[in-house]
């Protein structure tokens, strides 16, 4: 069955520096997506990157990179120059091509607290 | 802003009545999915609908059930309210190009509908 594990509940980082949020699946289907999603304290769902199982490269968007090791299922967020406006929940998500349901997968959320 | 709107924002009511929550996807989406987030479960999918039709089923209580109409809008209706079912309601939308899942299909989430069931 899928699983998407978030060992990092909370996590603090200084304002500018780098910080890696964990995320591990399991899945024993080849083809599935990786998402990371935001959570502010007001409580929306920002998506923020997007990483397909047979991409060759790990994914960025702006400041967001995702380090992708495939054989260990490790599908971590970078957050380069961390900004005051991190601050949130953070969550890793799954959902498998192919399979019976579309839904994605959600981890249990790591909280990033940036201080100043 | 994703382009999801959903409402209310925020809904207070007692237990055994019966609410709707409204969705209206991005314009374009014909998918609709919904999740319910709470304390002790977590981020859970409750149940997807493309273009009018339901197209999986998650963790969604008999008590509660989901339509999704002509104009692609979606509504969960949520009966016979228990306390256990206070939790963060969100629906998300997607393209999902030819209508068969894909693995980058990315769903978009509205702002969520807060229900408290006192």
């Known amino acids: 069955a899928q699983k998407i594990t978030q060992t990092q509940p909370g996590m603090f980082v200084q304002e500018k520096e780098a910080v890696t949020l964990d995320c591990t699946y399991d899945t024993s289907d080849p083809s599935y997506g990786l998402f990371w999603y935001k959570q502010p304290s007001s409580g929306e769902m920002i998506f923020l990157i997007y990483?397909?199982?047979?991409?060759?490269q790990n994914a960025t968007e702006g400041r967001y990179s995702l380090n992708f090791q495939k054989a260990r299922k490790s599908a971590n967020l970078v957050i380069s120059a961390s900004q005051l406006g991190d601050s949130a929940m953070y969550f890793c998500a799954m959902r498998e091509a192919g399979g019976a349901t579309n839904k994605l997968i959600f981890g249990t959320g790591t909280l990033l607290a940036v201080q100043p | 802003d994703s382009g999801v709107t959903q409402t209310p924002k925020h809904l207070i009511t007692a237990t055994g009545q019966r609410v709707t929550l409204r969705c209206s996807p991005r314009s374009g989406d014909l998918s609709v999915y919904w999740y319910q987030q709470s304390l002790d479960q977590g981020l859970q999918f409750l149940i997807h609908y493309y273009n009018g039709e339901e197209r999986a089923k998650g963790n969604i209580l008999e008590r509660f059930s989901a339509q999704q109409f002509p104009d692609l809008h979606s509504e969960l209706n949520l009966s016979s309210l228990e306390l256990g079912d206070s939790a963060l309601y969100f629906c998300?939308?997607?393209?999902?190009?030819?209508?068969?899942?894909?693995?980058?299909?990315?769903?978009?989430f509205g702002p969520g509908t807060r229900l408290l069931v006192l």
């Open positions: 990483q397909g199982s047979y991409d060759q």
């Open positions: 998300a939308s997607s393209v999902l190009p030819g209508g068969e899942p894909i693995s980058g299909e990315t769903q978009y």
